[in-house]
């Protein structure tokens, strides 16, 4: 659980944990952090009685300290950082790796779901560690069940990160003038397009891979056939024809090559 420092040095502004509904567009989540943050609602959810996060606060320590013996050094655990120039943006950090200079974001999940569901989850909270440490990467450390973590490296989103200092100061702004916020459409988590995955078990992708290359060289020969026939049109042709195909020149100059119908 947060540390009464921790608490207060929270206060006022706009942590990882917090942002996330800005992002998924959760509105009654948004209603809530408002009121939280103009004195009218509670205070952060007591958690206390929330086994998964007990859970997770329970091994946290070990996640790191595993993460320290099978990779670099670790400093800042439970530090609240604050953003060089964005005096309502903070977070919370787990740890630091002190080698790659990046937060370390340490969870505790059932193991039920795969791998990048829980990416997916934590990009918000990834995302603005990043934001507000100028980190250009996070190191998440995930124990699944009772396995050893797994850690997985995920990039800044700069684009991503954009418009969450746009929603965040917008937010911020109907704080100060009390103004309740309006209700704002999710945007996707960023795509970590690194994974390598093998296919030869997906049935689709055999169906349509053998059709493919059984097709290809004849698509080959149909494309070399349209460059051909299209270099033997005349420029001031509007439709050449003949032979079972046709090609029509559109207002633009451009060609295109069909099938001639009765």
Not at 10 to 16: C, D, V
Not at 57 to 83: C, F, I, Q
């Amino acid at each position: 659980m947060l540390t009464s420092a921790q608490i207060e040095a929270r206060r006022g502004k706009l942590t990882a944990s917090r942002i996330a509904c800005l992002m998924t567009g959760d509105a009654a989540a948004i209603l809530a952090l408002y009121r939280e943050m103009i004195g009218e609602g509670s205070a952060e959810d007591d958690l206390s009685r929330v086994w998964p996060v007990r859970l997770g606060e329970a091994t946290e320590a070990l996640n790191l300290d595993w993460y320290e013996m099978k990779n670099s050094p670790v400093a800042r655990r439970g530090e609240v950082a604050v953003h060089a120039t964005l005096d309502w943006a903070a977070a919370t950090l787990d740890g630091w790796d002190m080698a790659l200079g990046c937060p370390i974001e340490a969870k505790h999940v059932g193991g039920f779901e795969p791998l990048e569901v829980v990416i997916d989850r934590y990009q918000p909270q990834m995302q603005w560690q990043m934001q507000v440490t100028r980190a250009n990467q996070c190191a998440l450390s995930v124990i699944m069940g009772a396995r050893e973590p797994v850690v997985e490296f995920i990039p800044a989103d700069a684009e991503y990160q954009d418009e969450m200092v746009r929603r965040g100061a917008q937010f911020m702004t109907a704080v100060r003038q009390r103004t309740p916020p309006v209700a704002l459409p999710a945007v996707p988590a960023p795509i970590d397009a690194t994974k390598l995955y093998d296919m030869r078990g997906n049935n689709a992708w055999a169906a349509s891979a053998d059709t493919w290359l059984r097709t290809k060289p004849e698509a080959d020969l149909a494309k070399d056939a349209e460059k051909i026939l299209k270099s033997i049109v005349p420029e001031d042709a509007k439709r050449c024809f003949g032979h079972g195909v046709r090609i029509t020149r559109d207002r633009a100059g451009r060609l295109s090559l069909r099938e001639d119908g009765p």
